[in-house]
């Protein structure tokens, strides 16, 4: 590899990526137990596939669970699509879900207006 091959308390490894959204960077991937080059050949297709396809549909399923979410700031908007992704976009009364149900009510209430 070209470049810095480590720091003190740090090292650089092949195989990682910066998620890049809309021109904003929203998280990494990275991959390893092989030879660096060929770490980097599936980190670039996982990259690939979360961009094009999962990431479109984790953002449609947050508009569909937090209406006017995709007006909101894109760190906040970003949180949303995160927790969605994590949690599934069900907004119920269950214990795990309430603090989605809040955050959809005082979304929902904010807009209205």
Do not use: W
């Not at 094009?52 to 970003?78: R, W």
């Amino acid at each position: 590899m070209k470049g810095v091959d480590s720091l003190e308390n740090f090292s650089l490894l092949g195989g990682g990526k910066a998620l890049i959204y809309n021109g904003e960077i929203i998280g990494g991937i990275g991959v390893s137990g092989g030879h660096y080059s060929h770490d980097e050949i599936v980190c670039n297709a996982a990259y690939s596939v979360f961009i094009n396809k999962t990431l479109p549909v984790y953002i449609n399923q947050t508009i569909t669970a937090f209406p006017y979410s995709d007006k909101l700031p894109p760190d906040a908007f970003g949180a949303l699509v995160s927790l969605v992704f994590n949690r599934g976009p069900l907004i119920d009364n269950t214990d795990r879900r309430r603090e989605m149900k809040k955050i959809k009510s005082i979304s929902c209430k904010q807009n209205r207006h």
